[in-house]
């Protein structure tokens, strides 16, 4: 292993190769600022990445009060002192000199720095102004994936109980929601089965829309580490972009896009047809079977082949290493979850490890993955259309439990109707019953779909906006008030990654100027609210970020998300620690579901369940009747086309996705040199047989026009299906000189093209199934598109490209064993 | 005319109907994203029932047209239903629009519910398999039909009702 590595010419370091059922082994990576050795970092900090859902433990390097740099954490279970290009290079957007250092307020059409009680009270005012006109459904919050557990915590008690909306959610709709539902219809109850050290056992690893070596790259070294070593296991990739991922598989489906129902159908068929099945398990530990079997029963490969437009041959060869795996680890993320019948797919997902009896065993489960750090802390708490705790909105009893916490009265939490999604409080402000949005930490007029409409919506006058972020984002240029936040390393909270293992995020810095934590300023709104309980007390009895997680343990105790085995001093000196952490549990739980099912019984339950198709809610009775000793539930789904289909002015499928080098929409990514050198400017991928049919070449200038609106990049020809255009989605225009929208060259973000269309299960908004045509603007000058060449955007003809490489600025260390 | 012809004839009317008003309701709340786009994909579970049911209903000498390729628009609220329907129609709020024609929607998928049981009923008691299995094959998804009317309006009735 070389001492030191360009960690953007070699995403992924070098290889530590190890065997089935072995330790992985440790490799630390470093990287601390030019000049800057480490005899003078005056303290490390104990923290954990933000720029993905990954989780993994790193240090931040202080000196003179100042970040300096970072390095992994060796002992730490998730990454073994490994870190990815976002992780070593990411911090540096904490020093970006256009951060927001005080609050902002709209005055004659221009945002005016003001004082924090100027502005609090302006937001304390129009909160009181709305309740007494309109009552709490006038009032909505937009928050993240981004923030820490304890602020949404804070945030969903000031929400439900405090305001008393149903309008909470976060921008982890458009992330993690579909994972979420598909937990929920199958096993009763969201909490991810698997862990990611299932990677060390597994001999089939599934990974179905996820393309993991991008979107979780330390995980992904987890994985190549075992293909470069003894009995490595095989891949099966679904994704119709030559990923990383598809390059080791040795099966790469690439389908349609909007047919992975069909496709998932006809594997069923095949692993059923042939018996593969564990009939024992199935039995002992499923209800559902024989409507599942009866559904498969015509959905042969060969008609998944003419639907998915992939060989017969193919299918079965997958639907054989599926059906013949001794240890089947799935993966899936938003080739899933932001296509046409995400939900429907991912619970087929789930099927297939059931009918296969791979749940609860070291290399068997499911990873129903999210994209963004602390996703997993909005579903648990509450910030993410649920109720705490996975609560069920529905169930009487669980709502009680939620008011005796809080005490409160039940009927002051709002359960006449489920917690309303993202996609549907942006409709409320458009149709005029929401009259105010805070937004925390996300910035929708670059995330959204169909960016016209939602500029529309948040230029509304009648609509009372908050932005509350680091630094003036596009969403934050639009609102009324501006509130600059802390970040990472200037605030201390807890965060829990995609396999629920929870970390403590310290603060190393102080924040820049008047930016105060996320939860100083929900605490500050709620005393200038004065929210109370029954007994007159605060309704928010906590003042720091220890005391309110330990307000959240008392939510959390006897849920399945138990965390009260886990205290900020244990997380200070184990790292981290997996969820249920109990009494019984103390050092947290590996894996769900190694006793068989346990969250699904009609009382405990945190949903019903919903139509597949329609999103229709079964009722208590129905599920009483189908699912009385809480199974999991093999839940069928029939194909459907998808709703917007090509055709002569519209012929391609349009899908939108990320890279490696940046994080959402670019704030912070865009502000660290070495990831936007990477690729520093959106870009149009096509296969080489549509750019021919095209008359385009490499580094083109194309329009992408939808029905919606258009995006201009340079063409990159790539791997990826003919038929099919790819947009990335992360560019917007805060560093344009129009600010927020397109100008006249042009659209930028990929989300002016994309179709206001949500999966009606988890409201999940579609990304990635569209109708678009592609057009020259002109030629290039012969150098190529600005798109990396180290990942799924790699050339298909890569020999007059620059290869994408960091030079000096990012080399990194990395050292094995010792830290 | 039998009372199979009566049910089948009823059934064939009622599901070419609710195709109608679901196409129809779907155009009316385009910017209704959900509604929209949930509506077209059950109006096409409605357009296979009416052709099951012509094709079901040849043996029984009762000849019922076939489908249409682009089933006419219902005009306007054909259905209305009184008095809540009168009373919400004054108003030219589009919230109230939805919650009527999901209503409507609602009663006429009740209506197909019914004639359904109906057809398994007299299937049975005149000992026809097939007109059973059709039953016992489309009943369920018109069940789907009214979960989902009903599950919206009890989702969105709230907002839009609290906020006038």
Known sequence: ?819 | MTGIQIVLRTLHDGERALERELLAAADRHRVEHEFHHVARDIARWSHEHAERIAHAAEPHDLHLPGPTDQPEAAPPMATVREPLGRTLGRQPNPGLLLLRDLRDLHLAATENSLSWEMLAQVAQAAGDAELLDLAAACHPRTLRQLRWTNTMIKTLSPQLLASL
């Open chain 1, 1 to 819: 292993m070389r001492p030191k590595v360009d960690r953007i010419a070699r995403p992924w370091g070098d290889r530590a190769p190890y065997g089935r059922g072995e330790a992985w082994p440790v490799r630390v990576d470093s990287y601390l600022e030019p000049g800057t050795t480490a005899d003078a970092v005056e303290r490390w900090v104990p923290t954990a990445s933000l720029l993905h859902s990954n989780g993994d433990a790193m240090e931040v390097a202080v000196a003179h009060d100042r970040i300096v740099g970072v390095r992994g954490r060796p002992a730490d279970r998730v990454n073994h002192g490994r870190l990815g290009p976002k992780d070593l290079f990411g911090w540096q957007a904490n020093h970006a000199k256009d951060r927001l250092t005080t609050p902002l307020l709209r005055d004659g059409g221009r945002l005016v720095p003001c004082g924090w009680d100027t502005a609090m009270d302006r937001i304390a005012d129009r909160t009181r102004e709305l309740l007494d006109e309109s009552g709490p459904g006038a009032i909505g919050f937009y928050t993240t994936g981004q923030l820490f557990l304890e602020e949404y915590y804070t945030l969903a008690v000031i929400a439900r109980a405090g305001i008393g909306t149903n309008h909470l959610d976060g921008n982890t709709r458009l992330c993690t929601a579909t994972a979420a539902e598909a937990l929920k219809e199958t096993f009763g109850c969201d909490g991810q089965p698997a862990s990611y050290t299932d990677i060390d056992h597994a001999d089939v690893i599934a990974l179905f829309g996820h393309n993991m070596a991008e979107t979780q790259p330390v995980l992904w070294m987890r994985v190549l580490d075992r293909l470069a070593g003894p009995d490595p296991p095989r891949l099966v990739c679904v994704d119709p972009r030559p990923t990383p991922v598809a390059c080791r598989a040795a099966v790469h489906l690439a389908p349609r896009a909007g047919t992975n129902v069909a496709l998932l159908d006809a594997l069923l068929h095949e692993i059923i047809r042939t018996g593969r099945i564990d009939r024992d398990f199935v039995d002992a530990h499923t209800v559902g079977f024989e409507e599942l079997a009866e559904r498969v029963a015509d959905t042969t490969p060969d008609w998944a082949a003419r639907i998915c437009d992939v060989p017969t041959r193919k299918i079965t060869e997958a639907a054989e290493i599926l059906g013949g795996a001794e240890r089947l680890l799935s993966t899936v993320l938003q080739g899933v979850y932001q296509s046409h019948q995400a939900t429907a797919a991912a619970c087929q997902v789930n099927n297939l490890q059931l009918v296969r009896g791979m749940l609860g065993r070291p290399g068997c489960g499911v990873l129903q993955m999210n994209g963004q750090p602390s996703a997993e802390n909005t579903r648990e708490c509450g910030a993410n259309g649920d109720l705490p705790g996975f609560r069920n909105w529905e169930n009487d009893t669980h709502v009680e439990d939620l008011a005796r916490i809080w005490n409160v009265d039940p009927s002051r939490i709002p359960h006449y109707a489920p917690p309303t999604p993202a996609m549907q409080i942006f409709r409320y402000a458009e149709q005029g019953s929401l009259h105010m949005l805070w937004i925390t930490g996300t910035n929708p007029l670059v995330s959204l779909p169909d960016l016209h409409r939602i500029r529309e919506i948040l230029g509304q006058a009648r609509l009372f906006t908050v932005v509350q972020d680091l630094y003036l984002t596009e969403t934050a240029q639009l609102a009324d008030v501006v509130l600059p936040a802390a970040t990472w390393a200037e605030k201390t909270g807890t965060l829990t990654n995609a396999d629920r293992t929870v970390h403590l995020c310290e603060k190393a810095v102080d924040p820049p100027g008047e930016a105060r934590p996320d939860l100083d300023i929900l605490l500050d709104y709620a005393r200038r609210m004065d929210f109370r309980d029954t007994d007159d007390r605060p309704l928010i009895g906590w003042h720091d970020a220890e005391s309110a997680f330990e307000a959240w343990q008392e939510c959390s105790r006897g849920r399945p998300c138990d965390y009260t085995g886990i205290t900020y001093d244990r997380l200070r000196d184990a790292g981290g620690i997996q969820w249920p952490c109990t009494e019984a549990a103390p050092d947290g739980t590996e894996r769900l579901y190694t006793d068989g099912i346990s969250w699904a019984a009609p009382d405990d339950c945190e949903t019903y369940g919903r139509d597949l198709l329609t999103g229709a809610a079964v009722s208590e009775t129905e599920y009483r009747a189908l699912n009385p000793d809480g199974k999991a539930v093999l839940k069928a789904a029939e194909y459907v086309p998808p709703h917007e289909r090509t055709d002569e002015t519209f012929p391609l499928q349009l899908i939108t996705g990320r890279t490696l080098y940046h994080f959402h929409t670019r704030t912070k990514t865009a502000r660290t040199p070495q990831l936007n050198a990477a690729a520093p400017e959106v870009w149009v991928e096509v296969s080489a047989a549509e750019a021919l049919r095209h008359d385009v070449a490499e580094g083109d200038l194309v329009e992408v026009t939808s029905p919606r609106g258009s995006v201009r990049g340079r063409l990159r020809i790539t791997g990826i299906r003919d038929g099919m255009v790819f947009l990335p989605f992360h560019y917007g225009y805060w560093d344009t000189p129009e600010g927020h929208r397109p100008g006249t060259n042009g659209g930028r973000a990929a989300n002016e093209t994309t179709v206001t269309d949500w999966d009606p299960v988890s409201k999940q908004p579609l990304f990635k199934t569209a109708a678009a045509r592609l057009t020259l603007v002109e030629h290039g000058d012969g150098t190529g598109s600005p798109a990396p060449t180290t990942t799924a955007s790699a050339p298909a003809d890569p020999r007059h490209i620059p290869p994408t490489a960091g030079g000096p600025a990012a080399v990194a260390g990395q050292s094995g064993g010792e830290p």
